[in-house]
């Protein structure tokens, strides 16, 4: 094997290689951005590309923004190490989809325009559910923020070869300012660029490693498990059975169960997914947008499988938990194995690409947020020109870009994988039971909506802080600390990591229990609604405009 | 959006609302999306339950490395996939023709 023993490096292939594909990728899509994008804007071409996408091109989009450095990454290390549980893990994330598909995409596309809470306060009480629901939004982008600028800190100090404080810092304020700079030239339509291209180049770079893998194999897939098997010691054969990660106590089986739920019910509440949908014209439109994302997610976890079985075989489990990011490395350290410095530097420039896609999106969103439902609707009670309002949006993006970038700072050794969990167990409570509701209750109202949003906020994020993620994790022998987020305390009563099988049916709950105790409805506005979610009208007269 | 159309057109939502029509479009749509949201649902979960709760079923080999808890993994994706092309088809052929109608009747009131 190539590889350095791992005490030598700080990181593998040629820094400077990866470097130089990283900025070319930068250079490429800042002249298309600027082509495509540059220019005055309309709050409506800012947020949402003013509708300018059709259903393939969305669906692409999708996959690049979905496709994070967590599920890239993370999943096929999971893969490397646990087997089967890795590959487990994935599947919630595309099943997830069908929630979108069936119940939300459509639905949202016509009864929306700018954010998610056009979609919420609809028939309710415009301030108070905005509020709400702008609160829940910066809440959960804000944890998927950090997660994806965790994961570049990380990625820094495996790829670049930068290992000081001050360097890894510089490089997330780097990727932080070129991010800001997408957002501001192209606003939503630029950022859709960037994220269409990195998806086809991530999707493009796993199938070369995986047609290469499974070459190696003779495009035998049980050879390849058998290999993975042979090469780790530890698991061996346990490799292709549940229960190397989520089998080991009840404790960690129940906390499975309650990550399941959150993902599948978390993706179709994540803002930046559902800001998507406003970027084609038609529900029809969402429809085909969806259909492409639910192919090309799937289709690319499947690659996944390949490319963790792969590294597990060709690069070792040893190798892998040795390296600077440990499981985040297996893909990278496969791809070395496989093409050297080259389609390692390829690779690395990719998983570069995919974060600052995945920020500049939710980037997007949550500027549309602050300007649009705070500023704009809340706070000027929807007196403001299209100019003022854009110019917050604005203003909002590189405030989000800098928080992203201290926040990035300060959690560069969070676990990745923990904040993603999290960020899709508020979305789960917060949002899913307030979006399905209005789409689907007459007896829905403001107090209801209330109640859901801020109690699963409220319970979410509460019960994390009481979990052993936070304290209280037994302390590793190997390195000496506990896995928790704070060393030396123990406050833990919650016995899960993942809040969403207590937070997902309590907001639900409150959500019924608001409803029903208040006797708000409005039957003009639901009628509205309900005509116009299902028949699409008035969606062409918005988009006119 | 422009809100003098939308006052105008506001006793005509409600009215479409209780049509016959409409209904059966509602009816439809939810008559396919909430049964198709229960299936897939109670197969994913009972796919976690599986894998989490037996184990030793979800590990035994069918060929090779293969195992039952692969095959039903695999399944996801098929079953997945499947539902997608399944209501993209339905909705495309059942649903948009009958939307489109209704809405083009909304669009006949605001110019009456």
């Known amino acids: 094997m190539a590889l350095l023993p791992a005490a030598e490096a700080t990181s593998i292939g040629t820094p400077a290689l990866n470097i130089g594909i990283f900025a070319a990728f930068v250079v490429i899509t800042l002249v298309i951005v600027i082509r495509v994008a540059s220019g005055k804007k309309t709050a409506e071409q800012y947020y949402t590309a003013a509708g300018a996408f059709n259903g393939r091109q969305n669906g692409i989009a999708i996959a690049g923004d979905y496709l994070s450095a967590a599920s890239f990454l993370g999943i096929a290390g999971a893969i490397a190490l646990q087997g089967y549980d890795g590959f487990l893990y994935s599947i919630g994330f595309l099943v997830a989809w069908l929630v979108a598909l069936l119940l939300v995409a459509e639905l949202m596309r016509n009864t929306g325009r700018f954010t998610m809470a056009d979609v919420l306060s609809y028939r309710l009480k415009q301030r108070p559910v905005r509020i709400a629901t702008a609160t829940s939004v910066i809440a959960v982008s804000f944890f998927y923020l950090l997660a994806q600028m965790a994961g570049a800190g990380g990625l820094v100090s495996l790829l670049l070869g930068i290992s000081g404080e001050t360097a890894q810092n510089l490089v997330i304020a780097v990727v932080g300012g070129v991010m800001i700079a997408y957002v501001l030239i192209g606003g939503m339509k630029g950022t859709t660029w960037v994220q269409i291209i990195k998806a086809l180049l991530l999707i493009a770079g796993t199938f070369v490693i995986t047609v290469w893998v499974l070459g190696k194999y003779g495009f035998n897939p049980s050879a390849l498990f058998q290999a993975a098997a042979d090469n780790s010691p530890k698991a061996g054969e346990k490799l292709f059975e549940p229960g190397l990660k989520y089998g080991l106590t009840t404790t960690t089986k129940i906390d499975f169960i309650s990550l399941s739920m959150a993902l599948v019910l978390g993706t179709a509440g994540l803002p930046h997914v559902l800001q998507r949908f406003y970027t084609v014209p038609t529900s029809q439109q969402a429809r085909k947008s969806v259909e492409w994302a639910i192919w090309l997610i799937g289709g690319f976890y499947l690659l996944t499988l390949v490319v963790g079985y792969g590294a597990a075989a060709l690069v070792g489990p040893g190798a892998i938990a040795k390296a600077p990011g440990k499981a985040n490395a297996a893909a990278p350290l496969l791809a070395y194995e496989l093409g050297g410095s080259v389609l390692l530097g390829i690779i690395s420039g990719i998983a570069f690409a995919t974060i600052l896609a995945v920020v500049a999106g939710l980037t997007i969103t949550t500027s549309a947020t602050f300007a649009h439902d705070l500023y704009k609707e809340v706070f000027k009670r929807g007196q403001s020109s299209q100019d003022a309002e854009v110019r917050v949006a604005r203003i909002a993006s590189v405030v989000i870009g800098i928080v992203a970038i201290v926040g990035g700072i300060f959690a560069k050794d969070q676990n990745i994988a923990f904040l993603v969990a999290l960020a899709f167990a508020v979305a789960a409570s917060a949002n899913l039971p307030t979006i399905l509701y209005s789409l689907f209750w007459k007896g829905f109202n403001t107090r209801g909506a209330l109640f859901s949003i801020y109690g699963g906020l409220v319970s979410a994020i509460g019960l994390i802080v009481f979990s052993p993620v936070v304290s209280g994790k037994p302390v590793d022998a190997a390195t000496g600390k506990s896995l928790s987020m704070l060393q030396n305390v123990d406050f833990h009563w919650f016995p899960l990591d993942n809040p969403g099988l207590v937070s997902i049916p309590l907001a639900f709950f409150l959500g019924w229990l608001g409803s029903v105790t208040s006797k708000e409805h409005n039957a003009q506005k639901y009628a509205e609604m309900e005509v116009r979610s299902l028949t699409g009208h008035g969606v062409g007269e918005a988009i006119s405009h | ?112």
């Open chain 2, 1 to 112: 959006m422009s809100n003098d159309a939308r006052t105008q057109h506001e006793d005509a939502y409600l009215a479409l609302q209780s049509t016959e029509e409409f209904q059966a479009l509602r009816k439809k749509f939810r008559g396919f999306v909430f049964p198709m949201t229960g299936f897939f649902l109670a197969w994913y979960f009972l796919y976690v339950l599986l894998s989490i709760f037996a184990p030793g079923f979800m590990g035994q080999r069918v060929a090779g490395t293969i195992t039952v808890g692969l095959l039903f993994g695999l399944g996801q994706f098929v079953t997945t996939f499947a539902i997608t092309i399944i209501y993209a088809r339905w909705a495309n052929r059942e649903l948009d023709p009958m939307a489109e109608q209704l809405g083009a009747r909304l669009d006949g009131a605001k110019e009456n």
